[in-house]
């Protein structure tokens, strides 16, 4: 098969851990005998250096000709980089807001997994952990305060911001059909967040799930209101398979789900339109810090392409051989700083990438 994958280094350790994952890729095609071809496009800050501009139309129009779009990570440090001083339509985030918008990728997926190999660094107590937990957060991308209308006017020598938070429910349907088709591959069970006690769009939101869900009598839903739902994932985050919420809900709870597991470093995710098309990127941020320096853990990027695999092209054992090289390289006690536990080897970046491209 052939794959046309449009990559986006990015910024800080973007790069590094886009080449681990093509790395592994590579190895994919080699032995899997597909052709991998891989075309680079700027965004956000890398972009702005060059274009002025987070994401230009043809980076975009290079990436609308993919079949899927592979990320590393976007962005600097907020209180030094140049890129902040900028207007906020210009800065490395809008780069990825646009790419979403443009690319129409409503479907965001965001596993939070508690690796069994990894659970010391899980920060619950061990009662609670002992379950292990296994949670795919589906956030709406496309939607909500992120893309209504914003503006910053002054009344009467008063300053004042407004953000709008609209939803319709062919937003709402898309979103909760796809949540619904993924549950009944898993554990068949819905959570749908929202704050349905205090504002509109959510109690909408609610109307459409239930609509949505009399399709998928399988299928066991709930509702919880996200500030519960906030709370129950560090009190009993077990009781969870798919979460299914809006926008800004979803960026929370996405970072909460992934701070539970202890491994941030080790979390994909994918962003996905109605097509088999899709963008796929580790759940953590560019981390400027230690950028350049081969410290970063490529794991995240790596099972990204995974996803990849699995999602855009249906190829569901090359997906499984690559998560099954990461569990062994777990197993054989390799460790980025961000993992890292007494008894295991430290390795950097491109090992890491290496020993998982080697177990493949
Ligand atoms: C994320 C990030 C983005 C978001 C930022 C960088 C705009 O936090 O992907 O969760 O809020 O969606
Ligand atoms: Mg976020």
Request: charged share 25%; hydrophobic share 40%.
């Amino acid at each position: 098969m052939r794959l046309n994958i449009v990559c986006i280094p990015g910024d800080g350790i973007g790069p590094e851990i886009v080449s681990e994952a093509k790395k592994v890729l590579n190895k994919i095609a080699e032995k899997y005998g597909h052709e991998m071809v891989f075309t680079d496009i700027l965004m956000g800050g890398a972009s702005i250096d060059v274009h002025g501009i987070p994401l230009t139309d043809e980076a975009i129009a290079t990436a609308k000709a993919a079949d899927a779009v592979l990320m590393g990570s976007i962005g600097g440090d907020t209180n030094t980089s140049p890129w902040y001083q900028l207007p906020p339509e210009k800065r490395p985030e809008a780069g990825l807001l646009k790419i979403r918008k443009a690319l129409n990728l409503f479907a965001n997926l965001r596993p939070a997994v508690l690796y069994e190999e990894l659970a010391a660094a899980c920060p619950l107590k061990e009662e609670i952990s002992a379950a292990g937990f296994d949670i795919l957060i589906m956030r709406e991308l496309t939607g909500g305060l992120y893309f209504g209308e914003r503006k910053t006017v002054e009344e009467n020598g008063v300053r004042k911001a407004i953000d709008t938070l609209t939803y319709d429910e062919n937003e709402i349907r898309r979103i909760a059909i796809k949540g619904f088709d993924i549950a009944r591959k898993r554990k068949k069970k819905l959570t749908s967040v929202d704050k349905a006690n205090v504002l509109d769009s959510s109690r909408l939101w609610r109307a459409v799930v239930n609509e949505v869900a009399k399709e998928y009598p399988d299928v066991k839903v709930e509702h919880m209101l996200v500030d519960n739902c906030a709370m129950q994932l560090v009190k009993d985050p077990a009781q969870f398979d798919v979460v299914l919420t809006e926008n800004m809900f979803g960026d929370i709870l996405s970072d909460e789900a992934s701070m539970v597991t202890g491994s941030i470093g080790m979390l994909a995710s994918a962003s996905l339109n109605d097509t088999k098309f899709g963008l796929y990127e580790p759940s953590h941020g560019s981390a400027p810090d230690i950028a350049g320096k081969d410290l970063a853990n490529p794991i995240a990027t790596i099972l990204s392409a995974s996803m990849m695999l699995r999602y855009s092209f249906d190829l569901d054992q090359e997906a499984d051989a690559i998560d099954a090289a990461v569990k062994k390289v777990l197993q054989d006690g390799y460790r980025t700083g961000d993992i890292m536990s007494e008894g295991c080897k430290k390795v950097g970046c491109k090992e890491m990438g290496s020993l998982i491209t080697e177990r493949i």
